[in-house]
Nanobody, 121 residues
Framework: QVQLVESGGGLVQAGDSLRLSCAASGRTRIDYGMGWFRQAPGKEREFVAGLRWTGVRTEYADSVKGRFTISRENAKNTVYLQMNSLKPEDTAVYYC??????????????WGQGTQVTVSS
């Protein structure tokens, strides 16, 4: 079992930055893939960014490439999502997710509770 706790959401203006954090606990010695997803009102949850605990490979949705950066701090079992140049369309609940041995894309083995990000115009 892995527990994921997100933090760092909030209300910002367009063009501002936010950094989300996802702290993992439990069986974290396994090589997980970690990801960030988001769900806006009335829309399906969508993949935003992902990486593996090992290696350097990262993946991003086209809508956030060049603006968002996913990173990890292994010593703290924490994954971050740095979000720059935020747009109103980035408004959503952001979820952290983990999957065994792969970057979660369509599904994940574990989910956090979500953190709200609201971008005003």
């Amino acid at each position: 079992q892995v527990q994921l706790v997100e933090s760092g959401g909030g209300l910002v203006q367009a063009g501002d930055s936010l950094r989300l954090s996802c702290a993992a606990s439990g069986r974290t010695r396994i090589d997980y893939g970690m990801g960030w997803f988001r769900q806006a009102p009335g829309k399906e949850r969508e993949f935003v960014a992902g990486l593996r605990w090992t290696g350097v490979r990262t993946e991003y949705a086209d809508s956030v490439k060049g603006r968002f950066t996913i990173s990890r701090e292994n010593a703290k079992n924490t994954v971050y999502l740095q979000m720059n140049s935020l747009k109103p369309e980035d408004t959503a609940v952001y979820y952290c997710a983990a999957s065994y041995y792969r970057i979660p894309r369509a599904s994940a083995d574990y989910w956090g509770q979500g953190t709200q990000v609201t971008v005003s115009s």
